[in-house]
């Protein structure tokens, strides 16, 4: 299995970034796609997460109304859209096939994008 995060970049305060994770290698049906965090001198933190087939998705509370994740079953891509960005939400944003709901423990990790939310 590889995943492959991309779309982290450097963003002013109160701006938008759609970050995708592109997986490869096998099916992924009833698999639950979800990306964490994590900010220099901070532990992991869960972000959002989605089932692959029905499309249920979790939030980690801090962040509902402001992250969306979705995904593209097509294009076999988990995106997550992050709006109103603030200083704090910059960290390297890794996407995992995650072992439950608001779990920071996976069984397949990307390398992470970083994401940097200047103020």
């Known amino acids: 299995v590889q995943l492959q995060a991309s779309g982290g970049r450097l963003v002013q305060t109160g701006g938008s970034l759609r970050l995708s994770c592109a997986a490869s290698?096998?099916?992924?049906?009833?698999?639950?796609m979800g990306w964490c965090r994590q900010a220099p001198g901070k532990e992991r933190e869960f972000v959002a997460a989605?089932?692959?087939?029905?499309?249920?998705?979790v939030y980690a509370d801090s962040l509902k109304g402001r992250f969306t994740i979705s995904r593209d079953n097509a294009k076999n891509t988990v995106y997550l859209q992050m709006n109103s960005l603030k200083p704090e939400d910059t960290a390297v944003y890794l996407c995992?096939?995650?072992?439950?709901?608001?779990?920071?423990?996976?069984?397949?990790w990307g390398k992470g994008t970083q994401v940097t939310v200047s103020s």
């Open positions: 989605i089932n692959w087939s029905r499309g249920t998705t």
């Open positions: 290698g096998r099916t992924f049906s009833n698999q639950i």
């Open positions: 995992a096939i995650l072992q439950g709901w608001g779990s920071t423990r996976g069984d397949y």
